[in-house]
């Protein structure tokens, strides 16, 4: 029963990622405000029928704004974990497969980037990068393949050891078809999942740079970065924090329920 | 069951949110309960950038003054002028060289010791020592104590001695304390109505001077205790204000200031300040900027009425020419020849030779783009604010403007470096109650470094020819036409953006009375400022 549950809630979520999906896709085409367009005799208007979330400081519509914002979110995110997921699988198996000085190196390597505190390094990063959008993605990425290699190298040890893959090598099969067709494959599904997870704490990461200053600079329309602007206003202008804010949470917690559901779906333990 | 187990992390989400809300309101509605309220304790919160409280390191001078502890020879009233205060009055001989201070003879230091010529010579000699600005201010031949005349005979003519002497760095000090004083960590023996107790960079306490001489109203020290906590965040020190946590507090941002007005509770003290803000312009021959077109073009294009008045809720006065309206030196005869409008810039533009080829809302020539760095610190919130309205006002004639936050030690490398096309700061116009050294530092032609704050490489004969007149003129209407006339040449020039001016503003409960806010923002905790009943 719980298989059917389980299949049932991921369906909910991903029909949920997919209207996000689809909103930082099309939405910018459906809006008809500019996000950039300031008026500012209409500066921190209360939410009204022309204005569903009230305008900023600046008097920028900010629902435009934040439907433009999980466009920028969205693609930040999907940048950051495929970097750093692409990055980080790659010397996970590089290392799992070759084994001996190389492994060491590679490992010990990772060993020490993990020894840093992720989002106090991320900030040091973008700190002296200069805060701009592609920095931020740089950032995050640095900080976050260590876990992917980790993962890579010992779903590729463990492969490295079963039948198959010596039946192969009996074969003949050389080192990179071997890699190509048999170990990528394989690991590929954990990866995914593992990626899936961490789109919600990403998005999270990238807007709490934003929001320190570090990522996306003004007037990006980036969710962290109008909470940063909403801060000054808090008490007399409360929408333009409590918006932006919402937006985070929705999405947030969304991708980490679909990345639970998927999870869930992909356990083998649970398919029995 | 696998459903609320699954929908954990999101009603953990929604909890953590729900919670932070919580908190900000609970900040916001504010009890009694840890007000401080009693009559002989005042709570004070402020923005402090002092590391220790030796007067002549840095410009902490300023903080000893501002806590109530310093106290110097003359003192700026709410119109610049100086008037007397420790020292009882003053005049100058006929070759404008001899200065004769009389200094009150009631005056103790706050360990009992009189304040004689005497002490005041070694105070200034001490600044002398250990400060090099000291030297900016006025530079000595001889100085002379007798009894309580002192006497101090400059190198050159200083027209505006009394004012310079007005600035904290000459707040006079016991130096025979010093001895068995640490004034770094336990804060210099002064006169004023306030001695230290202790102090950290995060909090001071001030106790009350024993000795103190009671000023020239010859009052009582109200309150026993004064606590003073640094909340350098706006925001924040608006909520404790609210809270009751802090009694008053100083300069309360445009985001919060409506929370105050016309609230009983309450009571806005607000004044326009002597300071501006403004962007400096760089003109170098290797910079967009060093066409003039371009510049009134920039100027014309900003709406710097909207800036102020709505976006920052008239916290700041809409700025035109260099010296602030708070000053009596020809604001309104002075005329803008860039005032706000579109149709000019886009006009000047065209002219300049900056069109869109490519079509992507931005002006280019000879396939470079019309884009502008605009250096920018965060840790005044109105500099930001400042900034993406230009960049939004900018872009609809075509002009990129491209933000750069910076950290405050780094802006100010920058702006002597000349990296940037446009720095903007908010600085002080009139330190001495005169806006002579102002109309120095961004303007007069810095061909060799000798003027290294203006890096902007804007140079104009005829400016620093006045300039120079205006150094040695002694007399007051001939020294305002001069830097009217000074003024005039920097809007003629487009060679400055000026922004604003802030209006500073104390804000305190009800509870207690006489927290008055001057134009110079050397004069904070004073005695007046007593318990309301």
């Known amino acids: ?272 | 069951m696998m459903i609320s187990s699954k929908l954990k992390k999101g009603i953990t989400a929604a909890l953590a949110v729900g919670m932070t809300t919580m908190m900000l309101v609970g900040c916001g509605g504010g009890g009694d309960k840890k007000a401080a309220g009693d009559s002989k304790t005042l709570k004070f919160g402020v923005t402090n950038f002092a590391d220790t409280l030796e007067p002549t390191q840095n410009y902490f001078a300023w903080v000893v003054m501002r806590y109530g502890m310093g106290e110097t020879l003359v003192k700026f009233d709410e119109k610049m002028r100086s008037t007397p205060w420790l020292a009882e009055s003053w005049q100058v001989s006929d070759d404008h060289l001899t200065w004769t201070f009389k200094i009150r003879d009631n005056v103790k230091f706050s360990n009992g010791n009189p304040v004689t010529a005497e002490a005041v010579k070694k105070s200034f000699e001490r600044v002398f020592e250990k400060q090099n600005r000291a030297k900016t201010f006025f530079e000595y031949t001889e100085m002379k104590a007798e009894g309580q005349v002192l006497t101090i005979t400059t190198k050159k003519p200083v027209a505006t001695l009394p004012g310079q002497l007005a600035d904290p760095l000459w707040l006079v000090v016991d130096v025979t304390a010093e001895k068995d004083r640490d004034f770094a960590k336990q804060g210099p023996i002064c006169t004023g109505p306030y001695m230290c107790e202790s102090f950290t960079r995060d909090k001071a306490v001030m106790k009350k001077n024993p000795n103190y001489w009671g000023g020239p109203n010859k009052v009582e020290v109200p309150f026993e205790t004064v606590e003073i906590p640094s909340i350098d965040d706006p925001n924040t020190r608006a909520m404790a204000l609210q809270s009751g946590e802090v009694d008053m507090a100083v300069n309360i941002a445009a985001g919060d200031i409506g929370l105050f007005r016309n609230n009983d509770k309450f009571h806005v003290d607000e004044i326009s300040s002597l300071r501006d803000v403004l962007a400096r312009v760089n003109q170098r021959p290797d910079h967009i900027l060093s066409d003039k077109k371009v510049r009134e073009a920039l100027i014309c294009a900003l709406d710097r009425k909207n800036y102020n008045e709505v976006v920052l809720k008239g916290t700041f006065k809409e700025g035109s020419a260099p010296v602030p309206p708070s000053l009596d030196f020809g604001f309104d005869q002075i005329k803008n020849p860039d005032a706000y409008n579109v149709e000019r810039a886009n006009k000047l533009l065209d002219e300049a030779g900056w069109k869109d080829t490519d079509g992507d809302g931005i002006r280019d020539k000879d396939g470079k783009p019309l884009s502008l760095d605009f250096v920018v610190y965060n840790s005044r919130a109105e500099l930001p604010i400042y900034a993406e309205a230009s960049q939004a006002d900018a872009k609809k004639v075509g002009i990129d403007i491209k933000i750069k936050t910076v950290d405050y030690n780094l802006l100010d490398k920058m702006g002597i470096n000349g990296e940037y096309d446009l720095l903007i700061s908010n600085i002080t116009t009139a330190a001495t109650g005169d806006p002579q050294s102002f109309l120095k530092g961004y303007w007069y032609s810095n061909p060799d470094g000798g003027n290294p704050q203006n890096g902007s490489g804007y140079s104009n004969p005829q400016y620093d020819a006045l300039w120079d007149q205006l150094e040695g003129e002694f007399d007051p209407a001939k020294r305002r036409d001069l830097i009217i006339q000074l003024q005039q040449i920097i809007m003629d020039d487009s060679a400055t953006i000026i922004y604003g001016y802030p209006i500073t503003n104390l804000i305190s409960s009800t509870k207690i009375k006489g927290a008055i806010m001057h134009p110079s923002d050397y004069y904070w905790l004073t005695d007046t400022i007593a318990p309301a009943k």
């Open chain 1, 1 to 272: 029963m719980g298989k059917h549950d389980d299949k049932f809630m991921f369906r909910v979520y991903s029909g949920i990622v997919i209207f996000i999906v689809l909103v930082a896709a099309i939405g910018p085409f459906l809006c008809t405000a500019d996000p950039y367009n300031s008026n500012m005799a209409n500066s921190l208007l209360a939410p009204s029928a022309d204005h569903w979330f009230g305008t900023d400081k600046l008097g920028r519509d900010c629902f435009t704004r934040i439907i433009y914002g999980a466009r920028v979110s969205l693609s930040m995110t999907i940048a950051t974990v495929v970097i750093m997921s692409c990055v980080g699988t790659l010397i996970g198996i590089i290392s799992g497969y070759c084994g001996g000085w190389i492994e060491m190196v590679l490992m010990r390597f990772t060993d020490m980037m993990m020894a840093f505190p992720g989002i106090v390094l991320a900030i040091a990063i973008a700190g002296v990068l200069g805060g701009s959008v592609v920095n931020t993605v740089l950032a995050l990425a640095i900080v976050g393949w260590t876990k992917y290699a980790r993962l890579g190298r010992s779903l590729t040890i463990k492969l490295k050891h079963s039948e198959f893959i010596a039946a192969a090598v009996t074969n003949g099969t050389k080192p990179f078809p071997l890699l190509y067709r048999h170990i990528v494959p394989n690991i590929f599904p954990l990866v995914v999942v593992t990626a899936a997870m961490d789109i919600g704490s990403m998005i999270m990461e990238i807007a709490g740079l934003s929001f320190l200053g570090f990522g996306a600079q003004p007037p990006t329309a980036e969710w962290g970065l109008m909470l940063n602007e909403g801060r000054q206003v808090l008490q007399t202008a409360p929408w333009a924090m409590i918006f932006p804010g919402l937006a985070i949470l929705f999405v947030v917690a969304t991708f980490n329920l679909w990345g639970d559901a998927l999870r869930d779906i992909m356990d083998p333990s649970k398919s029995a």
